[in-house]
C-alpha cells in the first residue's frame, strides 16, 4: 500500500480540514501522514506509539511532506489511560489486532471522543490471525464489537485487497 491507498481508506471517515485527532498504534506513521493530508495545516495530531524509534521516523517524514500540521509524538502504551485533550477523532490502523481483550480498550478509546466523535479502524477483514497478525477482526465481528462498547453508525468505509488475510478495509463509529 501507498499513502493515495491510506488516503483512501481513510478519506470518507474524516469530515474535513481541522480537528483534533489520534492515532493509537501510529508506528512509523503511514496513516498520520494520511490524516495530515486529510485534515491539513489547521488540525493537529496526536501521534501515540511505544516505539520511540518509529515516532522519530515519522516525525522526519511529517517534517518532509506535511511541516504546517501540528503533530505531538508521545511514547506510550495506548492500552494505558492517556493524557489526551477531547478528541473530534482517533484512527486505530493495524494496531487493534494486537489487543486480545478489547473491550477494556475499546471503552477507554470512546472516553477520550467527544460526543459525535469519529473512531475510523483499519483492519485486516478475518477473524483468525497470526504470530505477526495475532488478533485481527472481521468488519462483521467489528460491527457487534461496536455497538457492544457503545459506539453508534458503524459503516463499512471502504476496502483494498491485501496479500495478507485477503483484504483491509475501515470502518466508521461514531461515539453516542
Given at each position: 500500500m501507498n499513502h493515495k491507498d491510506h488516503v483512501h481508506l481513510l478519506h470518507k471517515g474524516v469530515s474535513g480540514q481541522g480537528g483534533t485527532w489520534a492515532d493509537l498504534g501510529s508506528g512509523t506513521g503511514a496513516f498520520t501522514l494520511a490524516l495530515a493530508d486529510l485534515i491539513g495545516p489547521t488540525g493537529q495530531i496526536y501521534s501515540i506509539d511505544k516505539d520511540q524509534r518509529a515516532l522519530k521516523e515519522q516525525e522526519k517524514s511529517m517534517r518532509a511532506s506535511f511541516p504546517a500540521t501540528t503533530v505531538y509524538y508521545i511514547t506510550a502504551d495506548f492500552t494505558h489511560q492517556l493524557d489526551l485533550p477531547p478528541l473530534d477523532g482517533i484512527i486505530m490502523a493495524n494496531s487493534l489486532h494486537f489487543?486480545?481483550?478489547?473491550?477494556?480498550?475499546?471503552?477507554?478509546?470512546?472516553?477520550?471522543?467527544?460526543?459525535?466523535?469519529?473512531?475510523?479502524?483499519?483492519?485486516?477483514?478475518?477473524?483468525?490471525?497470526?504470530?505477526?497478525?495475532?488478533?485481527?477482526?472481521?468488519?462483521?465481528?467489528?460491527?457487534?464489537?461496536?455497538?457492544?462498547?457503545?459506539?453508534?453508525?458503524?459503516?463499512?468505509?471502504?476496502?483494498?485487497?491485501?496479500?495478507?488475510?485477503?483484504?483491509?478495509?475501515?470502518?466508521?463509529?461514531?461515539?453516542?
Open positions: 489487543v486480545r481483550h478489547k473491550d477494556p480498550l475499546l471503552q477507554l478509546v470512546r472516553s477520550y471522543l467527544r460526543p459525535g466523535g469519529h473512531f475510523i479502524l483499519v483492519e485486516y477483514n478475518a477473524d483468525h490471525g497470526n504470530m505477526w497478525v495475532p488478533h485481527p477482526l472481521s468488519y462483521r465481528t467489528w460491527e457487534t464489537l461496536s455497538r457492544q462498547n457503545g459506539f453508534t453508525q458503524t459503516r463499512l468505509l471502504s476496502t483494498v485487497p491485501s496479500r495478507f488475510f485477503g483484504e483491509i478495509y475501515s470502518a466508521l463509529s461514531l461515539h453516542a
